[in-house]
């Protein structure tokens, strides 16, 4: 049974940071690229950072880049979002994705919720 669950979100005031975990089970993750998205609430999905599966490689969304960081543990399934310098507006659900290349498997976690405010 294929499972992503996040976690390490919460509240955070304006300027702080938090990091996010992914666990990933029942699928080979090393085979697979991992994301970020986050969804605000009245906002579609929008995707935040990627990495490949051998996490030689990262991208991210012009909003982020700069204060967060993506990593993984292909040894332990786990994939990481390093957030700093909050913002407001990066208050939003956010969902890991397990993608298994351009035409898919494509698998989603349920999210975690993050709230930056004062």
């Known amino acids: 049974q294929v499972q992503l669950v996040e976690s390490g979100g919460g509240f955070v005031q304006p300027g702080g940071s938090l990091t996010l975990s992914c666990a990933a089970s029942?699928?080979?993750?090393?085979?697979?690229?991992m994301n970020w998205y986050r969804q605000a609430p009245e906002k579609e999905r929008e995707f935040v950072a990627g990495m490949i599966s051998s996490g030689r490689w990262s991208n991210y969304a012009d909003s982020v880049r700069g204060r967060f960081t993506v990593s993984r543990d292909n040894d332990k399934n786990m994939f990481y979002l390093q957030m700093n310098n909050l913002r407001a507006d990066d208050s939003a659900l956010y969902f890991c994705r397990a993608s298994g290349g351009g035409t898919g498997p494509y698998y989603w976690g349920r999210g975690t919720q993050v709230t930056v405010s004062s």
């Open positions: 029942g699928f080979p993750f090393k085979d697979f690229g």
